[in-house]
C-alpha cells in the first residue's frame, strides 16, 4: 500500500504551518483506520523524515523501519537548495521543473539516454494531479524544518538505512550519521545508485504484500525482514 501525503496526489490540500511530525500523525490515521498494524514502513526522501516521526510518536504500529534516501535535519546547505525548488516551482510549468531539478534526483548515466530522461518529464507533465507550487512549499518547509537528530536514540523499531553511493542531496556520509544515531540500525549503501525518485511512504503488513511492488521495494522489505531476526547486526 502507498500512502499521498496531504498536500499530494489525491490527498486534500492543507493549510499552511504543518510538521512532518502532522503528516506523521496523518499515517498513523491512516494506519488505524486501514487495521494494517503493525506494518512494515518504508520511506523515502521526505517520507523517511516522515517516518522516523511515526516510528517515535507511534511505535506500537511499526513492525520494522526502512530509511531510504533520507536524513535527520537539514543543514544550511540543504535549506537553501529546497528554498532554490519552492522559488523555481513558483515561476515554472511543471516540465520545467522537473528538467531543472532532475540532475539532482539522477545519476549522471540516466543522461546517456535522452529518450529517457524527455520520457520522464512528459510523465510529470501527465500527472493527473499536478501538485501546485504553494503546495510544494508547505510540505518544502515541513522539510526544512525537520530534525529528529536528538530524539533518534528512542527508536527502538528494526531499522535499515538505505543510500545510494551518487546520492548527492543525502550522500552515504549523511545517511550513515543517520544510521549511527539510530539503536541497531543496519546500514546498507548501493554502487552507481542515485538519490531515490519519490517522496512518500510505503507499507506492507505483516507477511503480505498490497499492490504492485517494484523489484527495488521487495529488496527493501526482504532487507527489513532478515534484519528484524537480526536487529544488532551491521554492514558497511
Not at 502532522?22 to 512494515?40: G, Y
Not at 523524515?49 to 517515535?56: D, G, K, N, R, S
Not at 543496519?186 to 503488513?205: D, L, V
Request: aromatic fraction near 8%.
Amino acid at each position: 500500500m502507498a500512502f499521498d501525503f496531504r498536500d499530494t496526489g489525491q490527498s486534500h490540500r492543507s493549510g499552511p504551518g504543518y510538521s512532518t511530525g502532522d503528516m506523521a500523525e496523518d499515517v498513523a490515521d491512516w494506519l488505524m483506520a486501514t487495521k494494517a498494524t503493525p506494518a512494515h514502513i518504508v520511506g523515502q526522501s521526505l517520507g523517511g523524515l516522515v517516518a522516523q516521526e511515526l516510528a517515535l510518536g507511534h511505535p506500537q504500529l511499526v513492525k520494522s523501519l526502512a530509511l531510504v534516501s533520507t536524513h535527520a535535519g537539514g543543514n544550511a546547505w540543504r535549506k537553501a537548495v529546497i528554498a532554490s525548488w519552492v522559488f523555481l516551482k513558483r515561476s515554472a510549468t511543471t516540465g520545467e521543473f522537473t528538467r531543472a531539478v532532475l540532475p539532482w534526483l539522477v545519476a549522471p548515466a540516466f543522461y546517456r539516454q535522452a529518450s529517457q530522461v524527455e520520457g520522464l518529464i512528459q510523465f510529470a507533465d501527465r500527472n493527473s494531479w499536478p501538485q501546485d507550487a504553494e503546495a510544494f512549499a508547505r510540505q518544502a518547509a515541513a522539510a526544512i524544518n525537520h530534525d529528529t537528530k536528538d530524539r533518534l536514540a528512542m527508536i527502538q523499531v528494526p531499522t535499515l538505512v538505505l543510500v545510494g553511493e551518487l546520492d548527492l542531496l543525502n550522500p552515504p556520509r549523511v545517511a550513515g550519521e543517520l544510521a549511527e544515531q539510530i539503536p541497531g540500525a543496519n546500514f546498507r549503501s548501493f554502487p552507481a545508485w542515485p538519490t531515490c525518485r519519490t517522496s512518500r511512504i510505503n507499507m506492507r503488513s505483516g507477511s503480505r504484500s498490497s499492490g504492485s511492488w517494484s523489484t527495488s521495494m521487495r529488496n527493501v522489505f526482504a532487507d527489513a525482514d532478515r534484519f528484524r531476526r537480526h536487529p544488532r547486526r551491521k554492514s558497511r
